[in-house]
């Protein structure tokens, strides 16, 4: 199956199905705000290493989490009530895509998240688009995520913890603020422990196109979501 070169200036897309057995779509293309957000919306995303051509990425199988299957373990429960953590939202955006940027990752000799790309997601927080969690503890961000909220679907892109489950208290206190929007997955990407701990699952890549599909119907509802 071929892998299509982007136009670098035309800002389309071939179908997603169409991806490689690994999972890309595309390549190529020039990285902005508004190809970003119209890669999401038929839910594509880039991933690709320092020195790398941009890989743009439709993976089968997916790995999703709906709301309503968050696990929470006891200890977890214990660790957000006692540990002191404090948690904010959209108050640090740029803080924690220079730290998403900096953790280390196994396997992983670099970053995706070149200066272009902090560029292209800072403009999409701007824009009410891109969004962010912070944790907090004793006053220093140990911990978060940011993402993409696109009608009632968040494409979750990248999180860090410099302390052991700040990451975890991240996204936990993301799903259950989405549950009270009535939102209906959290795109997770790629299937990990982490995210399977919590609840995550994986679902072939037609099914989540299909949802990604209906999701159109109410981004023309909701498009952007404003969270307090």
Known sequence: MPVYR??????LFPHPLLADPSGIVAVMGELSASRLLNAY???????FSENEPILW????????LLPENLRVSKSMRSVIRNKGFEVTINQEFSQVIEKCKDIPRVGQDGTWLDDDMIRAYTELHKAGYAHSVEVWLDGELVGGLYGIALGKIFFGESMFSHVSNASKVALIHLVEKLRSYDFQMIDCQQDTD???SLGATVIPAAEFYDAIRENHVACLVRERLDIP
């Open 6 to 11: 982007l136009h670098p200036e035309l800002e």
């Open 41 to 47: 919306r038929h839910g594509i995303f880039p991933w």
């Open 57 to 64: 990425w439709f993976p089968d199988p997916r790995c999703i």
């Open 194 to 196: 982490h995210m399977r």
